[in-house]
């Protein structure tokens, strides 16, 4: 079956860094994406890493290990406004997005 | 700006009383999503659209229908809302289904059913 592992929840002081794990099955791949949401409100879009490596985009970085099925979200100089979960999903072989519970990230001051 | 719009952002139903909940999109883009996201858990996919061509989750219950007369409009049916169908229901689109094509998502209908 396919399927999205990640953290239920974590906590972060502010300034600091936090990484966010999340493994997935999946039936082919496409692609992994992460999207930040804030209680309440809609997914907003992040990220996308379909090649191996670290991607860079501001305080916030994505890595993928494609043949470890591996992902995490890096984020560096935490904010309060970083407080939301923090949803990894994966695009399998039929372009559809396979989804985890999210992650709740709590940032304290 | 372009966006997706969702409306209303809260919709209460009473139990059986079917209910329409609408998306529209000033993307222009191809595809079309409805899901299905409770507290705490990842959001599930109850139909898409691509283009014209209705796409339905298999899982999806009967009791939910979708309608896309147009490239810029989506509604989703719900025929007889019971208390377990008290969700958020977001739409999403994207420009196409290939890879890299980030879903663009409304601001979500939090329907309630008394």
């Known amino acids: 079956g396919q399927n999205i592992d990640q953290p239920t929840e974590m906590t972060a002081m502010e300034g600091a860094i936090v990484q966010i794990n999340c493994t997935y099955q999946?039936?082919?791949?496409?692609?992994l994406f992460w999207y930040q949401q804030h209680a309440g409100e809609a997914p907003t879009f992040l990220s996308y890493n379909v090649l191996d490596g670290l991607e860079e985009k501001g305080r916030f970085s994505s890595f993928l290990s494609r043949s470890k099925g591996y992902s995490y979200l890096l984020l560096k100089e935490l904010q309060m406004k970083d407080s939301a979960s923090y949803l990894c999903a994966a695009m399998d072989s039929n372009y559809q997005l396979i989804w985890g519970a999210g992650t709740k990230l709590i940032i304290k001051p | 700006d372009a966006m997706v719009i969702q409306n209303p952002r809260y919709q209460v139903t009473q139990f059986g009383k079917p209910v329409t909940l609408s998306c529209s999109q000033t993307?222009?883009?191809?595809?079309m999503y409805w899901y299905q996201q409770k507290s705490s858990q990842a959001p599930k996919l109850l139909f898409h659209?691509?283009?014209?061509?209705?796409?339905n989750e298999a899982d999806t219950p009967d009791n939910f229908q979708s309608r896309r007369p147009n490239t810029s409009f989506c509604f989703l049916d719900i025929r007889s809302p019971g208390l377990g169908d008290a969700a958020m229901y977001l739409c999403a689109t994207s420009r196409d289904r290939e890879p890299y094509n980030e879903q663009f998502f409304g601001p979500g209908t939090r329907l309630t059913v008394l």
């Open positions: 993307l222009n883009h191809n595809v």
């Open positions: 999946t039936s082919g791949f496409n692609g």
């Open positions: 659209y691509y283009d014209k061509d209705f796409n």
